[in-house]
C-alpha cells in the first residue's frame, strides 16, 4: 500500500495520523498509525509512530500502548526512541513497531536508519543486553551505543 493511500484515524487527536497496519499479536488486534511533520519543502522531516490496542469492536483504544519519534535528516533516519507501555513489554510489542518503522523509512527512500542507545539510564546489565538483542535482531549495527542499519 503506498503512503498516500492510508486511511486518517477518525477521533485521534492528531489530524495527521494515518493507519500504517492492523495486524494480530498475542492474540490482540493492534494498530500502527504513523503523525508525519513537512519541512518548508514539504518534504517528511520527522514522524510519530503510535501503537494502540484495538477494542473487541474494533474501535481504536484512546490508550497509546508504544510510541516511537523519529526525524528525518535528508537520507538518514533517525529513531529518537522506541517505547512500550511496561505491562506489554518483553512479548514482541517493540519488534512489531520497529519492523513498521524499518518499512516506512523503505519506502522513503532513505540509505539508513540510525538511533542511539543511552546505556547510563539502563542500570541493570541483563536490560542492556536484552536492549542490544532487540536492536541487532533487527539488522542494526551497534559501535559504542550508536545503531546504524544500512538499507
Known sequence: ME??????????????????CIRTHCSNHICITAAAEYDYKNAVSAIDFKLYKLENSGDISQACIGRSFCE???????????????QYR???????????????AEQLNVTKIKGRVYCNDIKEKE??????????????VIDEGRLTLCL
Not at 528525518?72 to 511496561?86: K, P
Open 90 to 104: 518483553n512479548n514482541g510489542y517493540g519488534s512489531l513497531l520497529l519492523s513498521e518503522i524499518i518499512k516506512y
Open 3 to 20: 503512503l498516500r493511500e492510508f486511511q486518517k484515524v477518525e477521533g485521534l487527536n492528531e489530524s495527521s495520523e494515518q493507519i500504517l
Open 127 to 140: 536490560a542492556k543486553v536484552r536492549l542490544y538483542h532487540f536492536y541487532e535482531e533487527h539488522g542494526f
Open 72 to 86: 528525518i535528516n535528508g537520507s538518514v533516519f533517525c529513531i529518537a526512541d522506541i517505547g512500550i507501555e511496561e
